[in-house]
């Protein structure tokens, strides 16, 4: 499933790593805040692989 998602729609992927570092990140911060430590997170972005860029084309000739 996760394979048939990825080449359909090559951003679904990313939004959902995104809102995972993102809610995780949130958590630890409310948590973490009456201790006063800081929390910051990074989030991941697309990688050039050959199934993203078909996918990609797939999604522009559709429009």
């Excluded at 998602?5 to 951003?11: A, C, F, G, I, K």
């Excluded at 958590?27 to 805040?33: K, L, R, S, T, V």
């Amino acid at each position: 499933m996760r394979t048939l998602v990825s080449l359909s729609s090559p951003t679904i992927s990313q939004y959902a790593s995104n809102h995972a570092v993102f809610g995780l990140t949130k958590f630890a911060a409310i948590e973490y805040a009456k201790s006063r430590i800081k929390t910051n997170a990074i989030a991941p972005g697309t990688v050039d692989t050959q199934p993203q860029r078909m996918g990609h084309k797939r999604a522009t000739q559709d429009k």
